[in-house]
């Protein structure tokens, strides 16, 4: 085997039991990967120096083809079901064998890097790939650790990564050709049969979802930023919420966009980098995130490119609406070297309400958080993904992270109940979703609107701003914001037709307490009551 790199470690990777191998190329930087890349024909080099990707028809998550390994050292603490589908030890072992077989006289990638920016505990990962811009996505999203470091580097989770190679259903146990399969008892994920590189990093984000738990650290689907006085704040949202965009905020400090941690010392970062969405990205609304754009090292995966120019357009959706971007969290001009915070102050839950229903923020009680963080609600646009008709869909995704978490929901809102508890955090609901009437009658909420909302939760203000009670939801609203149209507070001021609004509320809230039934018998008495009521 012929081993390249000037950080190669002593754990090689025939302790995987990986032979045979062409070339294997260890821990290469930005440039080296991309001169491979480009060799290799894996992207083009837009203006201004991005990495440009395509990624083939997967071009998002393949959550139906996730597994996890039944094995006895895991199997009584997973949460089985749509979310973590079972496969045996047995049609593990047989992909594995495979996938080491179709790795020989290959060349094949390795990056050696860090989840979690607090060393107290994080966890060496390995990644193994047979292409260079997954190597360099990879090296962008983790944390890289020092030359030292890498020389005796021991990985305790390793992803082999192989997106040429295919699943046959039939012999092997999986829904499709595409699979990515989890066991925790081998610390191995293997993934094949698809090129969208944001597997690679959920998958990372899986691992610690299960290990942290057990050191009593609550892994956490959110992004967090640092006030001047020290104060953090966790955003919660599944994608399309904002999460990325308000974190990114020029008056605070990153921690992080995606992928955190809440333990005894604060908070932390999982990640080293992020990953955002690029569609229709402008320079006015989201000046932090669109420089990324314009410089070499980020990574864009099916981003469309002018073959002449080679300038990017980033308002065409023709090859998928979930374009993305990869790039060193450094690249974010006030972005936390560190990647770690002290306890939060305040915990903002976000949703894109399509229906029009709930208002641009309101205050929870620590009832109502928990209530909310379990049912995890947003809605889904026509048109951004396949099978979507031509109305929104209410998605609730517990923990807003559901496609994530291997233990069950309960573990996870019991940490941040508790959590909330000890720290007295103060917890908000944050609607960037519709204003006016449902998606196509109403509008987006602006974001400058929300922006003045969050600033005023953050630094006080909305605190001894009078309240009123949502009617069906029950929670605090407050009446006035600088900055804010009165009327935008209130949802159903907005609407032209208020019997109209009144008919969407009611079937927005069948829609909450009919998803709570599955949680009704893991929370106390108090957090079912915080259930919504039709006015």
Request: charged share 20%.
């Amino acid at each position: 085997m012929d081993n390249f790199g000037s950080h190669v470690s002593r754990y090689g990777l025939d302790r995987h039991g990986i032979h045979n191998v062409a070339t294997a190329y260890w821990n290469l930087g930005d440039a080296a990967l991309y001169e491979q890349a480009i060799l290799r024909g894996e992207g083009e080099v837009a203006d201004n120096g991005p990495l440009v990707v395509l990624t083939g028809q997967h071009t998002g998550r393949s959550a139906n083809d996730k597994f996890v390994v039944k094995e006895p050292s895991s199997e009584n603490d997973i949460w089985w079901g749509v979310v973590n589908k079972p496969i045996s030890v047995d049609k593990f072992d047989g992909l594995h064998r495979k996938m080491l077989a179709y790795m020989q006289g290959r060349e094949l990638f390795v990056q050696d890097s860090f989840a979690g920016a607090n060393r107290d505990h994080c966890l060496p990962v390995r990644v193994v790939t047979e292409t260079a811009w997954h190597s360099l996505f990879t090296r962008h999203m983790l944390i890289q650790p020092s030359g030292e470091e890498l020389s005796d580097f021991e990985p305790q989770f390793t992803i082999l990564h192989a997106p040429g190679f295919q699943a046959s259903p039939e012999l092997d146990g999986t829904r499709s050709e595409v699979f990515v399969v989890v066991n925790f008892g081998a610390r191995m994920v293997l993934i094949g049969g698809t090129s969208y590189a944001g597997e690679i990093k959920k998958s990372v984000f899986s691992i610690l979802n299960y290990l942290l738990p057990a050191k009593q650290i609550m892994p956490m689907h959110c992004s967090i930023n640092l006030g001047e006085a020290g104060d953090s704040a966790i955003f919660f949202g599944l994608s399309g919420t904002g999460k990325t965009t308000l974190s990114a905020d020029p008056a605070r400090t990153l921690i992080g966009d995606d992928e955190h941690g809440w333990g005894e010392d604060g908070v932390f970062n999982f990640e080293g980098g992020c990953y955002a969405k690029m569609i229709r990205l402008s320079a006015e609304a989201e000046p932090e995130i669109y420089a990324t754009t314009q410089r070499f090292g980020t990574v864009l995966e099916n981003v469309v490119l002018d073959p002449n120019t080679h300038k990017l357009d980033l308002d065409d959706a023709s090859l998928t609406e979930n374009t993305r971007g990869a790039y060193p969290l450094s690249f974010i001009p006030n972005a936390s070297e560190a990647g770690i915070a002290g306890h939060p102050k305040n915990i903002i839950m976000l949703t894109a309400d399509a229906f029009g229903v709930l208002p641009p923020i309101a205050r929870l009680t620590p009832e109502q958080a928990m209530y909310h963080f379990l049912s995890g609600y947003t809605a889904k646009l026509a048109g951004t993904e396949k099978g979507l008709g031509n109305e929104p869909q209410a998605t609730f995704s517990t923990c807003f992270g559901a496609p994530f978490m291997p233990r069950h929901p309960s573990v996870y809102g019991n940490m941040l109940r508790d959590l909330v508890a000890e720290h007295d955090v103060k917890c908000w609901l944050v609607n960037t979703g519709w204003t006016g009437g449902v998606y196509g009658v109403g509008h987006r909420m602006p974001i400058k609107i929300t922006r003045a909302l969050l600033h005023g939760a953050l630094d006080g203000t909305l605190d001894k701003i009078e309240k009123r009670t949502d009617p069906n939801f029950g929670f605090a609203v407050p009446v006035s914001c600088e900055g804010v149209p009165t009327d935008v507070l209130n949802p159903r001021d907005t609407w032209v037709d208020k019997s109209a609004f009144d008919d969407q509320a009611r079937d927005l809230v069948g829609r909450f307490k009919d998803n709570f039934v599955q949680f009704e018998g893991h929370v106390d008495e108090k957090v079912v009551a915080a259930a919504p009521e039709a006015a």
